[in-house]
């Protein structure tokens, strides 16, 4: 095989500045996605690192990256990858066949800006069932510009995005977990724990140069997520955006075996500061059992929603046959707490948290699914198992209750940080956002310790085509109907 002179070149400068045996190596691509690729596939060793010089590289093809090795640019203001005209690969995809550490850090993703469909800067994709997951993922100190989904989590997946600026990116983030293999392994799911992949000291980005977007994160098939310590500037974003963060329920009846369309398990949000100019929905739950604490929001809200809920299978034609049996729900909203937020500097407002649709009244109600305050042993609910249409084996996931909240260790230990000397969350504000167009500079932690590598499971199944939401008419329950304009429409997810 005949070798480009810029691959020799890059092998030569890796190889002669290798450390002795037993030791990581550096390997310094031209930064290309070929030069990558080709130091990955043939010489990079589980902790090593492949380096990208400064500049702006065009890649028209991704890179995957199937070892525990680091993928290091020379700063997110030095290196950047440009997603090529008409490319939708993701540019680079982690996908490793153990549970290794794999980071990628310093490194600016351009890509065009708008919802067009999907336009993923680093996909990660964990196994789908099986005995094992990813749980030593990081994506640090990168400047993320545009795209959709610019970090897409599958299946089994922890890990932590730290550090990073996102610019008027469609969403963020979407995590699809392995279904009913997610729910299974979470049993009755706990708060607090290293089971998520969290997204903490971000700065997101929203302002004239993204006209619409449905969300920044959302999550389904037993995804969990755990925002914390970020910061989201939307002051000089003037489109219309359903939520900053939503949450699907399950997207049809359970059916007794793996069918992809279960709810998201939890998601915390705690300890951000969330400034925008005018909107009416934040935050919108649809499923699972969720933490929000001890966040500044800032921006005009009226009698909009700061949290909303819905159940979809109360509201007609979105999951048939619409339930009429009555609370619970399957996947519905539970054991969720909301609580020390303020709004404009005030405390929060009961006003402000309620059902989106007059449907999901029945299902979701304060003082039984969701409180106003921590959860205690007085924040209790025997939830009964789901009647007709579910099926009498449908695995309800809501009992034992939740009486209590421990913050998992912030910072996250992947960052390599010392952690903060108490695990409670304080109400201090975030650092103050980058400016977009500056990004920040990246560190050069090392790599963690791989760890003993274990058998992959089968392969994943295909991902069905996704069940689409509905559209949503705001209806508040003890307050008056929220009236936005215009309307958001309710969203599909594809996986």
């Not at 031209?30 to 596939?41: C, E, K, M, R, T």
């Not at 030593?136 to 089994?156: A, K």
């Not at 980058?434 to 992959?456: D, E, K």
Request: proline fraction near 11%; charge should be negative; aromatic fraction near 12%.
């Amino acid at each position: 095989m005949k070798i480009p002179g810029t691959l020799l070149l890059a092998l030569f400068l890796g190889l002669c500045l290798a450390p002795q045996c037993g030791a990581s190596t550096n390997f310094y691509s031209d930064g290309s996605a070929a030069s990558v690729q080709y130091l990955h596939d043939n010489f990079a060793q589980d902790g090593d690192t492949i380096t990208l010089p400064s500049g702006t590289f065009t890649w028209s093809s991704g890179v995957t990256i199937s070892k525990g090795i680091t993928l290091q640019g020379n700063g997110s203001g030095s290196t950047i990858i440009q997603r090529a005209s008409g490319s939708t690969v993701p540019i680079v995809l982690i996908e490793p066949t153990s549970d290794l550490p794999v980071r990628v850090t310093g490194i600016r993703f351009n890509s065009p800006v708008g919802q067009n469909g999907d336009l993923q800067s680093v996909k990660v994709q964990g196994p789908y069932g099986g005995s094992w997951g990813l749980t030593q993922v990081r994506i640090d100190n990168c400047y993320f510009y545009g795209g959709e989904r610019t970090v897409l989590i599958r299946y089994r997946v922890n890990g932590v995005a730290d550090h990073n600026t996102f610019q008027d990116c469609a969403y963020i983030t979407e995590f699809y977990g392995d279904d009913d293999y997610a729910w299974t392994r979470a049993g009755t799911p706990t708060f607090g724990t290293s089971d998520a992949f969290f997204f903490e000291d971000n700065s997101i980005v929203l302002d004239s140069g993204l006209t619409y977007c449905d969300v920044q994160s959302d999550q389904n098939t037993g995804g969990k997520l755990v925002w914390r310590y970020n910061t989201f500037d939307l002051t000089a974003y003037t489109g219309v955006f359903g939520s900053i963060i939503g949450e699907h329920g399950n997207q049809a009846y359970w059916t007794g075996s793996n069918d992809w369309l279960r709810g998201g398990i939890a998601c915390e949000f705690y300890n951000n500061t969330v400034r925008w100019g005018s909107a009416f929905r934040i935050l919108w739950f649809r499923g699972g059992r969720n933490i929000v604490a001890n966040n500044a929001f800032t921006g005009t809200l009226g009698s909009g929603a700061l949290v909303s809920f819905d159940e979809e299978e109360g509201i007609a034609n979105v999951i048939p046959p619409t339930r009429t049996s009555g609370w619970p729900a399957e996947d519905q909203v539970n054991n969720t707490f909301i609580w020390n937020n303020t709004l404009n500097g005030s405390p929060q407002n009961p006003a402000n948290i309620y059902c989106w649709q007059t449907g999901s009244l029945p299902f979701i109600q304060l003082g039984r699914d969701y409180w106003l305050e921590p959860p205690s042993i007085s924040t209790v609910t025997d939830y009964p198992q789901p009647g007709s249409p579910s099926l009498p084996g449908y695995p309800a996931a809501y009992n034992p209750a939740v009486t209590s909240w421990t913050p998992y260790t912030y910072p996250h230990p992947l960052t390599g940080s010392s952690p903060s000397p108490t695990p409670t969350p304080v109400a201090s504000p975030t650092p103050t956002l980058t400016p977009p167009g500056v990004p920040p500079a990246a560190t050069a932690t090392p790599s963690p310790t791989p760890t003993v590598t274990q058998t992959p499971p089968p392969t994943p199944d295909p991902a069905p085509t996704a069940t689409p939401t509905a559209t949503a008419t705001p209806t508040a329950s003890a307050t008056p109907t929220p009236t936005p304009t215009p309307t958001p429409h309710g969203h599909g997810h594809r996986h």
